[in-house]
């Protein structure tokens, strides 16, 4: 009996009680007064499921704000547009794939083919699945003029390409498209649910002066 009724008595003080360190009057479940220190954690920047980051109040009361709240607000009418730039010189026609253009979510660069075909990945693990749909205007010679969309020339808009939790980071080759000396090709594409729009612009140009060398240009903008 006896130790029913301290059952009844402790219960609630175990179902509702605050534990404190160095303090006698906690006012949180959890109150610690003085430092803290974490042995281990685990980097989840590249992980898009951990939107939640640590923060306290001038009362040092620890709770937590969403990344996408710490963005700087839009006025009506402002222009938020960002730009971001890959330029480099080849001895060859072939692109170089260890320099990558990061524009957003998204990395692109020219694979090490004379046919320099462009090649993009995300930057970061989505958590679940996107499709990634893409279009290209391709412009060649004097009135050279194609348009693609999908994962081949033959493909149709609704074929998107996707990106999973084990192969975001895995390059992927857009349309089969080549890109020849002085050719100017024009994407557009968005990332699911993102406010932002995106056009990349690619570019290769054979340089004549001395012994031929090959500019790579790349510059994506974001909306």
């Avoid at 306290?56 to 996408?68: E, F, L, P, Q, R």
């Avoid at 990634?132 to 205007?137: D, G, K, N, P, R």
């Amino acid at each position: 009996m006896i130790y029913k009724i301290l059952v009844l008595l402790l219960a609630p003080c175990m179902l509702l009680g605050q534990v404190g360190i160095n303090t006698v009057t906690p006012t949180r479940k959890l109150h610690v007064s003085g430092n803290m220190r974490v042995r281990v954690m685990t980097n989840k920047s590249e992980t898009a499921g951990y939107d939640h980051i640590l923060s306290s109040d001038i009362n040092g009361n620890v709770d937590y704000v969403t990344k996408s709240s710490m963005q700087p607000p839009i006025e009506p009418g402002a222009s938020n547009k960002e730009s971001y730039s890959l330029v480099y010189n080849m001895p060859t026609a072939n692109g170089d794939p260890s320099k990558t253009l990061k524009c957003g979510r998204f990395l692109f660069l020219f694979e090490n083919t004379t046919q320099s075909r462009i090649n993009f990945r995300l930057s970061e693990n989505p958590g679940i699945d996107v499709s990634i749909y893409m279009s290209m205007e391709q412009n060649f010679n004097a009135n050279g003029f194609q348009f693609y969309q999908g994962k081949t020339p033959t493909d149709t808009s609704t074929v998107p390409f996707l990106f999973t939790t084990t192969n975001w980071n895995i390059n992927q080759e857009f349309a089969s498209a080549n890109l020849a000396d002085y050719e100017q090709n024009v994407m557009h594409f968005q990332y699911p649910n993102d406010a932002d729009f995106y056009r990349l612009t690619i570019y290769k140009v054979r340089q004549n002066i001395g012994i031929d060398s090959w500019d790579f240009a790349a510059v994506c903008e974001k909306f």
